[in-house]
């Protein structure tokens, strides 16, 4: 089972972190994304991340203000977001799947597992 927390109401410019908490698995094996998906529109990948940490990967739209992480001693993979904007508005959600070494993967056809999401909410 994946945990997302973090979430909440920031003004624009502002941060926050969000945690991918798993329990019953050992993410070390995993490799992992967020997404996020606002009203009206389709669930979009954010970042992604490998079993290690030595692969990222993420959206054009976030690329220099996000960055995903892990600590596998501690199961979590954090997303850290920086200078939001009114349009990073969206439930988040982190997605875990077995992969090998180095892998990343960035459609929600390639994940298993899905944590119940996060509401970020930033105002203008």
């Known amino acids: 089972q994946l945990q997302a927390s973090g979430g909440g109401l920031v003004q624009s410019g502002g941060s926050l972190r969000l945690s991918c908490q798993a329990s019953?698995?050992?993410?070390?094996?995993?490799?992992i994304a967020w997404f996020r998906q606002a009203p009206g529109k389709e669930r979009e990948f954010v970042a992604a991340?490998?079993?290690?940490?030595?692969?990222?990967y993420y959206a054009d739209s976030v690329k220099t203000r996000f960055t995903i992480s892990r600590d596998n001693a501690k199961n979590t993979v954090s997303l850290t977001m920086n200078t939001l904007k009114p349009e990073d508005t969206a439930v988040y959600y982190c997605?875990?799947?077995?992969?090998?070494?180095?892998?990343?993967?960035?459609?929600?056809?390639?994940?298993?597992?899905w944590g119940q999401g996060t509401q970020v909410t930033v105002s203008s």
């Open positions: 991340i490998s079993r290690s940490g030595g692969s990222t």
């Open positions: 997605a875990a799947v077995p992969a090998v070494q180095g892998s990343v993967f960035t459609t929600t056809t390639d994940y298993d597992d």
């Open positions: 019953g698995f050992n993410l070390e094996f995993y490799a």
